[in-house]
């Protein structure tokens, strides 16, 4: 999977340079995830904006990383989501999972 991890304003920033997220890649995703979580980084922001699909298996490596987070009270967030993308979130009520924000700006005025 093609993605770039930078650290800002105290997260790991992981953005996905990839259209899709599908059975192909999304067990790289949630490995590159678990990995981060078991390093001790629990700040972790994935960015969306190339996504263009997002299949079951993706949305399943996300909810993973969702919950590592959670188990050690850190915060995961998401941003910057493609309409058609945003549209599978909603359908599955994921949505209401994650924390979405618009980008990265909207995610650092929203801590706490």
Do not use: C, P, W
Not at 3 to 32: C, M, P, W
Not at 48 to 64: E, M
């Amino acid at each position: 999977m093609n993605f770039n991890l930078e650290k800002i304003n105290g997260y790991d920033v992981l953005t996905i340079q990839e259209e899709r997220i599908d059975a192909h890649n999304s067990g790289e995703l949630k490995e590159t995830l678990l990995q981060l979580i078991e390093k001790g980084e629990h700040r972790i922001i994935v960015e969306l904006g190339h996504v263009r699909f997002i299949d079951s298996s993706g949305l399943g490596a996300l909810l993973s990383g969702n919950k590592h987070i959670a188990l050690k009270s850190g915060k995961f967030v998401l941003v910057n989501i493609q309409h058609q993308v945003y549209s599978m979130f909603e359908l599955t009520r994921l949505n209401r999972v994650f924390e979405i924000y618009t980008g990265l700006n909207e995610a650092f005025s929203n801590e706490g």
